[in-house]
């Protein structure tokens, strides 16, 4: 596992332990910055009104780490109060289930309409190829259906590609992504070309800063006062299969930012704390540079080594292969809670 060591190695170098990763050669061959070209896409409105989730607002310290020329961001990293504002949302739409007696149903086959924003410079720098996005697509369905190890568990989720656009637009090609403070430069692109309801996946591809490979929208944010059409998963365009993120080139940056969309955790989240990433059958495994790593590690004292090839982890694609029994548990139910048409009733 030369691979993941370098990767390691590139952590240990100074960025967040997040979905920060270095790739250097990201910002290679983007436009110079300062070119504005206007959106091509016809915007039915370019508001950006809506207010960051609380949820991001509430991801604390933990999301940055202090970096040696590169400060990471991931906005999926929730820290303790996060953590618990989740839980909070949850607990409240489990009383709202349990009043509706909707609720505790296994949840069966569902399929899932993907719908995929492919964004270019106005030169068409970063473009995502049909047939890139249909093994996308593959990627996915593979991971969610527990081929991938025979240690992982398959899910009740499957992906339909349902459509692609391009929107050439160097104005919205690099995006920074939503931090504590502020809102990322996704709002508008977003809120032109979101397609569908909580129940369908809007999966944006981009340039994106500071080394991160994508980022996802919580299920609870949709009862957060999020504008659903800010709903959905962004990935660095070259993280599909076939693209130009060495080691980040299969498609796995969007089988974990699904994870989130559909309510997982890190498995690192709040590191050797309770409660962890609120799954029981994944380990607690520390929150430092050990989280790049596709080693054998045991970094808490609670029972169990760390879930390295675990899909919510940050090894490089290669490592990442299984979801936990527990993992799937909580999706279902978070898909139950917050993304089903029977939740929205
Ligand atoms: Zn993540």
Redesign the pocket.
């Given at each position: 596992m030369t691979a993941a060591h370098s990767r390691a190695l590139r952590a240990a170098a100074g960025l967040a332990a997040?979905?920060v990763v270095a790739l250097t050669s990201a910002g290679a061959g983007l436009p110079p910055t300062g070119t504005t070209a206007a959106p091509v896409a016809t915007a039915a409105t370019t508001s950006t009104t809506a207010a960051v989730g609380p949820c991001l607002s509430a991801a604390d310290g933990h999301r940055v780490r202090a970096g040696s020329g590169l400060d990471g961001v991931?906005p999926?990293s929730l820290g303790a109060a996060g953590t618990e504002h989740a839980q909070q949302a949850e607990d409240r739409a489990s009383a709202r289930a349990q009043q509706r007696r909707t609720s505790s149903a296994r949840l069966g086959k569902t399929t899932i309409d993907v719908y995929v924003h492919v964004i270019t410079s106005s030169k068409g720098q970063g473009d995502v190829s049909d047939k890139r996005v249909k093994k996308q697509i593959d990627v996915l369905n593979r991971a969610y259906a527990g081929k991938t190890s025979k240690y992982s568990t398959a899910s009740p989720f499957s992906f339909r590609l349902r459509g692609i656009d391009r929107t050439r637009s160097s104005a919205w090609y690099r995006w920074d992504a939503p931090t504590e403070l502020q809102d990322g430069d996704d709002v508008a692109p977003k809120v032109a070309l979101h397609r569908g309801g909580p129940d369908d996946l809007n999966l944006y591809t981009a340039a994106l800063t500071d080394g991160l490979l994508g980022y996802a929208t919580f299920p609870w944010e949709t009862r957060d006062g999020l504008d659903p059409r800010r709903d959905g998963v962004v990935v660095l365009g070259t993280s599909l299969p076939d693209g130009s993120a060495r080691g980040y080139d299969r498609g796995d940056s969007a089988t974990?930012?699904v994870g989130?969309w559909l309510g997982l955790l890190?498995t690192f989240e709040n590191g050797c704390r309770t409660p962890g990433d609120l799954v029981d059958d994944t380990p607690a495994q520390a929150d430092g540079d050990n989280v790049f790593s596709c080693s054998k590690l045991d970094t808490c004292k609670a029972k169990g080594r760390d879930p390295v090839h675990n899909f919510m982890s940050y090894g490089d694609d290669a490592c990442l292969t299984r979801f936990s029994k527990g993992q799937v548990a909580r999706m279902s139910e978070q898909w139950q809670l917050f993304r089903s048409p029977a939740a929205l009733s």
């Open positions: 997040l979905s991931d999926n974990h930012e989130h890190h």
